[in-house]
């Protein structure tokens, strides 16, 4: 026979989910430095990584041309979790755009600079903390296709503002040099397409370096050697013929801090040229919306 009793019977209520400690202001801080210090461990271990491979150290050099205005300890680590990415926001960013992230996607951790303190000797340092982003292969949206520029209008760029003269001769090794002493880039005539960008890049790469306060002519070599390469990798110019094979041994056996100062002075150098290079190509472009505008 049933039993109806339990109709008219008021059933437990269930036990409520159990709720995760609260962590306490000092464990908290633990937390968030154990996940910085977690990083920079990463870091320091593509570091070395990347100075004992040249392929490796070709990976990073794209990871950190695509990503010029990262420092080159983000470079290392989004090139240790995702050397494919090509365009990063955090999840309110993408949002913000229209744009979601696809659900179960791992984000990347990076570091982002927070609040600026003053240190003994007078220097400004800064707070960081974990950042997540997404690369743009993790959203929705469609991948933009890379922008194709016109050799001269490219070659046009790099030379605009230029820190030194440029002069053209006969018989210039390289097809391009930077004269120390003249402090003057010197050109081959008779070049274009890009060669004559590949080389330009690599001699006002070193005039660049030239500028600085680390400048050292043969250290220079390779850091021009360097930027050069990620210039034509960021501008669609053919940059097989790079080699990374024979790393500089000083760096292959370097500790880590010495080979992200050295990596810091290639991508500031990098960062220099890119935002020149970017100033006079939006001015073409302006340029060219203004006439055709006209024409119509």
Same mark, same amino acid.
């Given at each position: 026979?049933?039993n109806?009793?339990?109709?008219?019977?008021?059933?437990?209520?269930p036990?409520?989910p159990?709720d995760?400690p609260?962590l306490?202001?000092?464990?908290?801080?633990?937390?968030?430095?154990?996940?910085?210090?977690?990083?920079?461990?990463?870091?320091?271990?593509?570091?070395?990584?990347i100075?004992?491979?040249?392929?490796?150290?070709?990976?990073?050099?794209?990871?950190?041309?695509r990503?010029?205005?990262?420092?080159?300890?983000?470079?290392l680590?989004?090139?240790?979790?995702?050397?494919?990415?090509?365009?990063?926001?955090?999840f309110?960013?993408?949002?913000?755009?229209?744009? /979601?992230?696809r659900?179960?996607?791992? !984000?990347i951790?990076?570091?982002?600079?927070g609040? &600026?303190?003053?240190? $003994?000797?007078? @220097?400004?340092?800064?707070?960081?903390?974990?950042?997540?982003?997404?690369?743009?292969?993790q959203?929705d949206?469609?991948?933009?296709?890379?922008?194709?520029?016109?050799?001269?209008?490219?070659?046009?760029?790099?030379?605009?503002?230029?820190?030194?003269?440029i002069?053209?001769?006969?018989n210039?090794?390289n097809?391009?040099?930077?004269?120390?002493?003249?402090?003057?880039?010197?050109?081959?005539?008779?070049?274009?397409?890009?060669?004559?960008?590949?080389?330009?890049?690599?001699?006002?790469?070193?005039?660049?370096?030239?500028?600085?306060?680390h400048a050292?002519?043969q250290?220079?070599?390779?850091?021009?050697?360097?930027?050069? /390469?990620?210039?034509?990798?960021?501008y !669609?110019v053919?940059?097989?013929?790079?080699?990374? &094979?024979?790393?500089p $041994?000083?760096? @292959?056996?370097?500790?880590?801090?010495?080979?992200?100062s050295?990596?810091?002075?290639?991508?500031?150098?990098?960062?220099?040229?890119?935002?020149?290079?970017?100033r006079?190509l939006?001015?073409?472009?302006?340029?060219?919306?203004?006439?055709?505008?006209?024409?119509?």
């Amino acid at each position: 026979m049933a039993n109806f009793d339990d109709l008219f019977t008021t059933p437990a209520a269930p036990e409520p989910p159990n709720d995760p400690p609260q962590l306490t202001k000092e464990e908290y801080a633990a937390k968030k430095k154990a996940e910085r210090d977690d990083l920079y461990a990463l870091a320091d271990e593509m570091a070395h990584e990347i100075m004992q491979d040249g392929d490796a150290f070709r990976g990073f050099l794209d990871v950190q041309a695509r990503f010029d205005r990262y420092s080159p300890t983000n470079a290392l680590l989004i090139y240790a979790q995702n050397d494919k990415a090509t365009r990063l926001r955090d999840f309110d960013g993408w949002k913000k755009q229209g744009v /979601y992230v696809r659900r179960h996607e791992t !984000g990347i951790s990076i570091l982002e600079a927070g609040d &600026s303190y003053v240190t $003994e000797d007078g @220097r400004t340092g800064y707070y960081y903390h974990v950042k997540k982003v997404f690369d743009i292969a993790q959203t929705d949206a469609k991948r933009q296709p890379q922008i194709h520029y016109d050799d001269r209008l490219l070659l046009s760029a790099l030379i605009s503002k230029r820190p030194v003269p440029i002069e053209m001769a006969e018989n210039v090794p390289n097809g391009a040099a930077y004269d120390y002493t003249r402090r003057t880039v010197v050109v081959q005539r008779g070049m274009d397409g890009q060669d004559l960008f590949r080389c330009v890049s690599l001699a006002m790469a070193r005039a660049e370096l030239d500028q600085t306060e680390h400048a050292d002519p043969q250290a220079d070599a390779f850091r021009g050697y360097c930027v050069s /390469y990620m210039l034509c990798r960021k501008y !669609g110019v053919d940059a097989r013929g790079y080699d990374f &094979s024979r790393l500089p $041994e000083s760096l @292959r056996d370097a500790d880590s801090q010495t080979i992200r100062s050295e990596l810091t002075d290639i991508r500031d150098t990098l960062q220099t040229m890119t935002g020149r290079m970017e100033r006079a190509l939006e001015q073409s472009r302006a340029a060219a919306q203004k006439n055709v505008r006209k024409e119509r």
